[in-house]
């Protein structure tokens, strides 16, 4: 399973999380591998990392982020704001 939760405290609670509700459903967990989706953001130091990964995140256009979900879930173009709740009734 391909996962990619935003830090590694959610990714250790989702891995735990996964592992027991495959047992619970009568499935041995050992053959559930779970694989995290990274970005490595590398630099000759700490700070310089963190200041290339602002640059990415500075780069990040929201809005086609929004497009494309847009696309996935079969919606009209210009349906969904950034900070708005998803429609109750999406397509099948």
């Known amino acids: 399973m391909f996962t990619a939760q935003q830090t590694l405290g959610d990714a250790q609670a ?21 694989l995290p989706g990274i970005v490595p953001v590398l630099g000759s130091t700490e700070a310089e990392a963190r200041a290339n990964e602002q640059v990415l995140e500075d780069h990040i256009v929201h809005r086609h982020g929004v497009a494309n979900l847009e696309r996935l879930l079969q919606l009209p173009s210009g349906t969904l704001e950034l900070d708005a709740e998803l429609p109750a009734e999406l397509p099948p």
Not at 14 to 33: C, M, N, V, W
Request: charged residues 40%; positive net charge.
């Open 14 to 34: 989702f891995y735990a999380d996964i592992k027991s509700r495959t047992r619970q459903a009568g499935r041995d967990p050992e053959h559930l591998k779970v």
